[in-house]
């Protein structure tokens, strides 16, 4: 049968005050009807408890404990707290009452047995009255307070209690009493069960067997001397003197001798054996060949590493400078060189200034990665232009002469009125050069009489548009750390000077003579890549793109655009970021115009000519960088280039060339996929030497026939 216990709580004292008999009589009758059921019922059985209390009096918890165990309590007038317990398995009242001695553990109370009472007390009395001392046992899951006598055995009982002080309370008691190497504990029986344990594996008995390790490379004597001087002060740390290990050396047997705990023999005989190797293969030289580090370069570095290491410091202690003589001496001798053909280093040194260096080439000698970089150059260009005028002009011819009375002579369209007459009189100007046709509309009217006055009238109109849209995508890969430069450009002569020399040798003769200096015109990108940690990359770059304005007519005046951009950059793997950039939109008019005439409205504009042009220009330079950590990476990108030109080359017009017969056009092989292979130095299988993969060609095109013949065999 099972109990729950479910009291008022939260109530104030008047509305509880005539309640509180009530609850108790119908505990009780509630207790004595269990009582008779259980008499009546198997002996088996027993009544069970399922308590829930919120916010309720500690008095009134003692008061249900009282009633289901039959334990008499005395109650110290300083025992206050509002108690809240929640239960939803049944409990037995033994369980019951321990889990009553929790709560006053928690609220900071104690119940210290006296004869058939207990007596409910604050924490800060527990040591000075008496309570279940020496138990024959200790319960483990108990919160009474029990004081215990432990007798330890193999170690000094005074050297634990700093160590165990921290794990009892404010208000526990631990002391030790030398005399008999015994320590005493007042505090709750699972804390000092807890202690119990913590000192039986504490206190372990000393073994002084004694264990001989013949060695075989080392001398015994150097071992002795290195292990006692790794255990100096073992003493001073409080062992016990059947803790403390000993060694001894035997230099007519080459022998260690070592006694004391089994622990710590087991420990020393490790280091013994450990220091007991044997050299490593090539005795003090040793030949390492690098993978992908440059011998020569690394050998000078190593060189000043090692000089360094052995350089005195100045100012030394006599006794610290005596000691480490030997060992500078030592690694003076120390030889590094480097063999070219196979890209290894041999170095001759002590073993550990050996470790020392193969520990640095192991770190230097590693695969870099590679960094793909594409620079993107766009240029968007717009113009437009459009000129009008008129050009006229009033003359005479009497007589033969050819006199004007009257002209406004203005070029519209890199052609006047001027120009066309001398045209027409001279067609030799239209040879030399210096007079053009006109382009556009030309309209002209006149009177040309061989006497008399003569007029003529040209109307000249132009409208000229033009875009350029350019798209230029350099480049390049390199290593890390490593600068690259990608250079595709022309080298354009430029006059830097000329003269012209008289000689009296040659009969007066002229001698000119110019300096031409040429100079790199297209594009040239410098860049410097830095992975930093993830996958951020650090780039300083030097970019430039330049061109000529016009056709090289000759190396005098000539115009060169140039745009360069010098700037360091942070960007994400894959990413795209923009260098620099130019956004330009001009507008320019122009007007011609004969003074005052000119001003005339509607006739003025006989008298004028007008120009007008509009630039728009956008010009980006962008950057993206692609990582190539490894082999698997730079296969991939090249794949990719690669089949982006074979492609092109498979779209164009298959077939024989026109007009040779059995000429075929040039095509690019199918590449090996090697992105379908993983990393070798994972344990992936690559593909044998000699074998070839191909990815499959495109089902227009049969397979070309392989040409590379296997690495074991010699070219044609």
């Known amino acids: 049968m099972t109990i729950s216990i479910t009291p008022l709580a939260g109530k104030p004292a008047s509305a509880l005050s005539g309640k509180r008999s009530g609850i108790l009589a119908l505990t009780l009758t509630c207790l004595l009807t269990c009582m008779s059921a259980s008499a009546q019922q198997p002996p088996a059985q027993q009544a069970t408890i399922t308590p829930a209390f919120r916010d309720a009096e500690l008095t009134e918890i003692i008061d249900a404990v009282a009633t289901i165990t039959g334990k008499t309590f005395i109650v110290d007038p300083r025992v206050r707290a509002q108690v809240t317990i929640r239960s939803s398995t049944p409990m037995t009242p033994d369980a019951f009452y ?371 849209n350019i798209l230029q995508t350099p480049s390049i890969t390199t290593l890390d750390n490593e600068e690259a430069e990608i250079k595709v450009a022309q080298e354009v002569p430029f006059i830097t000077g000329q003269y012209t020399n008289t000689g009296t040798t040659n009969q007066g003769a002229v001698n000119p003579f110019q300096t031409i200096q040429r100079e790199e015109v297209g594009n040239i990108l410098k860049i410097t890549p830095q992975i930093n940690e993830g996958t951020a990359v650090q780039l300083k770059i030097e970019q430039e793109n330049s061109d000529l304005t016009q056709g090289v007519q000759g190396a005098v005046d000539l115009i060169t655009n140039k745009r360069t951009i010098s700037t360091t950059v942070l960007v994400e793997d894959g990413g795209v970021i923009v260098l620099g950039g130019l956004i330009s939109d001009s507008a320019n008019e122009g007007e011609a115009r004969v003074p005052i005439l000119g001003s005339i409205p509607i006739l003025g504009e006989l008298f004028k000519t007008r120009n007008g042009n509009k630039t728009k220009r956008n010009l980006m330079v962008f950057i993206r960088p692609t990582i190539l950590r490894d082999g698997v990476d730079a296969a991939i990108e090249t794949n990719a280039k690669y089949n982006v030109l074979r492609n092109q080359q498979l779209q164009r017009k298959k077939g024989k060339v026109t007009l040779l017969p059995g000429e075929r056009q040039p095509l690019l092989p199918p590449i090996e996929d090697l992105s379908k292979y993983a990393d070798p130095t994972a344990g992936a299988e690559a593909p044998t030497p000699g074998t070839s993969r191909e990815m499959p060609p495109p089902a227009e095109t049969q397979p070309l026939p392989e040409q590379t013949p296997p690495p074991d065999q010699p070219r044609p």
Do not use: C
């Open 98 to 468: 321990q889990t009553f001695l929790s709560i006053l553990q928690v609220h900071g109370f104690i119940a210290v047995p006296s004869g058939d009472n207990i007596k409910i007390l604050p924490d800060a009395n527990a040591r000075q009255i008496p309570g279940n001392d020496l138990p024959g046992s200790v319960n483990p899951d108990s919160d009474e307070v029990v004081t215990q006598v432990i007798s330890v055995r193999n170690i000094n009982a005074a050297q634990l209690v700093p160590v165990l002080r921290p794990l009892i309370p404010q208000n526990g008691h631990l002391v030790a009493y030398p005399a008999s190497n015994m320590l005493i504990i007042s505090d709750r029986a699972n804390n000092i069960s807890r202690i119990m344990r913590i000192v039986q594996r504490l206190d372990q008995a000393g073994d002084e067997e004694i264990e001989i390790v013949r060695l075989e490379n080392a001398s015994a004597s150097e071992i002795v001397r290195v292990v006692n001087a790794l255990s100096q002060g073992a003493q001073q740390q409080g062992e016990a003197p059947g803790m403390q290990a000993k060694l001894v050396a035997d230099d007519r047997t080459n022998s260690v001798l070592i006694s004391g705990e089994k622990g710590q023999r087991l420990r020393l005989k490790g280091l013994v054996m450990h220091l007991d190797t044997p050299l490593e293969s090539g005795g003090d030289t040793q030949v390492r060949y690098l993978n992908y580090a440059d011998a020569e370069q690394l050998a000078g570095k190593l060189k000043e590493q090692v000089t360094g290491i052995t350089q005195a410091p100045a100012g030394a202690p006599g006794g610290a400078a005596g000691a480490a003589a030997p060992a500078a001496a030592q690694d003076r001798n120390t030889t590094i060189w480097a063999d070219k053909q196979t890209n290894a280093l041999v170095i001759t040194a002590a073993p550990k200034m050996m470790r020392q260096i193969m520990q640095v080439v192991d770190k230097l000698d590693i695969r870099r990665a590679q960094v793909h970089l594409e620079a993107i150059l766009v240029e968007i260009t717009q113009q437009r232009a459009a000129e009008l005028g008129v050009n006229w002009a009033i003359f005479s011819e009497e007589e033969g002469t050819t006199i004007p009375i009257g002209t406004f002579n203005q070029s519209v369209g890199g052609t006047s009125i001027g120009s066309l007459a001398s045209a027409i009189i001279n067609p030799d100007v239209l040879e030399s050069g210096n007079v053009s046709l006109p382009t556009g509309l030309t309209l002209g009217a006149g009177l040309i009489e061989e006497g008399g006055l003569n007029f003529a009238l040209l109307l000249r109109a132009l409208r000229s548009d033009g875009s350029s």
